[in-house]
């Protein structure tokens, strides 16, 4: 084979090698497109379910939740059981964003609180959570990222315990929280000031940017039970890495919470908390579970496939 053949042979191995790698750019831009094009849909979704609910709705009746489940006769069957026996008198909706188990868990803590004026509540979940962050920073996290999430969530305990330990609000300094310094509408601070000093979870939950803060340090709970316990959760992690797990499905903002995760917070801040769950069964009434099994639950969540909202008990 001549010189000239040899060089043309070679010529032809690097085009075929460029178009090679072309068509291998275009295939990752082409993925990198899909994938940011499914997320600023979900983004899109949840921007119109933004619009049209609210993040902490008023208490409704049972009832209403028949219309939801209009075309599903396994799921109003669990809910006229749930009708009938007569043990809740209303429930509230969360906003379905990914984020409703934990807004759940934390308004039904807060609202517990509030109703009973329970002090040991608090000690024991501030017993816990004071540690978590010189925890988390053990498991390799960054303090710098971590700290304002742990104030909020601090703040918010000293809040309560301040409330309860007071004849009155008047001596609780609310406007030097943490999380008042992070409001950058002034004309929420007012709103936030007032429904802090009343002692209002319902209404602090329906601020965002200040009730995430909370929302966060809860997912980081959440982790920091499973890191400290990876024996026990790790068998329910299919498919990635228990690393890849805490990071997609636990701390992930608007990752939806599973069983795994609701047994994690319960256990990381000590709350028991029974559940009713919604399945797509064609006998009985609703599932009751109550986490931990031994425990005595201090609130009401229901639960249906993929959303959580607060059940609240009759008198």
Request: proline letters at 3%.
């Amino acid at each position: 084979m001549s010189q000239n053949d040899e060089e043309k042979k070679e010529e032809v191995k690097e085009e075929k090698k460029e178009e090679i790698e072309e068509k291998k750019f275009d295939l990752t831009d082409e993925n990198d497109f899909l994938m940011s094009s499914s997320i600023n849909e979900m983004e899109m979704i949840r921007e119109e379910i933004g619009k049209s609910q609210p993040l902490v709705s008023d208490p409704k009746p049972l009832e209403h939740l028949l219309k939801e489940f209009n075309d599903h006769s396994n799921y109003r069957r669990q809910i006229e059981t749930l009708i009938t026996n007569k043990q809740h008198s209303a429930y509230r909706q969360l906003r379905a964003d990914g984020n409703c188990f934990y807004r759940a868990f934390l308004l039904g803590l807060f609202e517990t609180v509030e109703a009973t004026k329970n002090e040991q509540i608090l000690e024991t979940v501030t017993k816990n959570v004071v540690t978590s962050n010189d925890r988390l920073v053990k498991f390799g996290y960054e303090q710098f990222a971590l700290s304002e999430f742990y104030e909020s969530f601090m703040d918010e305990l000293a809040l309560y315990q301040s409330i309860l330990s007071s004849d009155d609000s008047s001596g609780v300094n609310i406007a030097e929280s943490t999380a008042v310094q992070k409001l950058s509408d002034e004309s929420h601070v007012e709103l936030f000031v007032l429904c802090r000093s009343l002692n209002e979870a319902k209404v602090f939950f329906n601020l965002k940017k200040q009730s995430n803060y909370l929302i966060f340090w809860a997912r980081m709970l959440t982790s920091l039970q499973m890191q400290e316990n990876e024996k026990h959760f790790s068998q329910f992690v299919q498919g990635k890495t228990f690393r890849e797990f805490l990071q997609t499905d636990v701390e992930a903002v608007h990752a939806e919470a599973d069983h795994p995760q609701f047994c994690a917070l319960s256990m990381a801040i000590e709350v028991p908390v029974r559940v009713f769950c919604l399945e797509n069964v064609e006998t009985g009434g609703p599932q009751v579970v109550t986490i931990p099994e031994n425990g005595q639950p201090l609130f009401d969540l229901l639960y249906r496939p993929g959303h959580y909202d607060i059940l609240y008990r009759k008198s």
